[in-house]
């Protein structure tokens, strides 16, 4: 069964502190993504890889960055974490371009709570 | 500026009815569009999908109806099971592109 995993599932941290959210999935997919998830604004991407060492912005980038120094690994990173970036954080991966179908897989989140 | 909208937050209907969810997009580069279902504590899981170059797709109780020049889709349920309770969020892309845009999601209420 294919798989996403996020390492945390609950984080409570400071104004401040630097945070890593960490994702890994099993299913050889080229593309990750990291989405955040909030009330009444569903699901808007941060960020995206499509290859190792490859990152694109999503809609809201500004405050977070990203990592993918392994195929199956993509890390997002919130250099000093601020109290509006209290969020659900969705990672996902999805199949190569020119697969077919862009279905994308889910991991079962973080959620994240800066103090 | 968002390019899906969902403009229903909730939705509730009686087991054994139809449900019916609403997606508007703005962007005439979609083309692949996508319902997912997200249930409390979880990753939303993928539902049906639809292309451009058709007006409908079925998959047992789930059917997926496009109208294209209305820059619109609906999510079909029937008929509506308690189990179907949910956030159903509606996700469009360009077709063979990794740029998915979602709604905001339509909580979907199916009471016994």
């Known amino acids: 069964d294919v798989k996403v995993t996020q390492s945390s599932r609950y984080l409570v941290k400071r104004t401040g502190e630097k945070v890593f959210l960490e994702c890994v999935q099993d299913?050889?997919?080229?593309?990750m993504f990291w989405y955040r998830q909030d009330p009444g604004l569903g699901l808007r991407l941060i960020y995206f890889?499509?290859?190792?060492?490859?990152?694109e912005k999503g809609d809201i980038p500004e405050g977070y960055s990203v990592s993918r120094e392994k195929k199956e690994r993509f890390s997002l990173i919130l250099e000093s974490a601020s109290t509006n970036q209290t969020s659900m954080y969705l990672c996902a991966s999805s199949p190569p371009r020119g697969s077919g179908a862009n279905v994308l897989t889910f991991g079962a989140g973080s959620r994240l709570t800066v103090l | 500026d968002q390019q899906v909208k969902q403009n229903s937050p909730s939705l509730s209907v009686q087991e054994g009815r139809i449900s019916i969810l609403n997606c508007d997009y703005t962007n005439s580069m979609f083309d692949y569009f996508l319902w997912y279902k997200k249930y409390p504590a979880e990753g939303p899981t993928f539902l049906i999908s639809i292309s451009s170059i058709k007006d409908k797709n079925e998959d047992g109780r789930f059917t997926v109806f496009l109208n294209k020049s209305a820059k619109h889709l609906s999510l079909h349920i029937v008929p509506s099971q308690p189990g179907d309770s949910a956030v159903y969020f509606c996700?469009?892309?360009?077709?063979?592109?990794?740029?998915?845009?979602f709604g905001a999601g339509t909580r979907l209420t199916v009471k016994p």
């Open positions: 890889s499509y290859d190792v060492k490859m990152k």
């Open positions: 299913m050889d997919h080229e593309n």
């Open positions: 996700a469009a892309t360009p077709y063979n592109n990794n740029d998915m845009r």
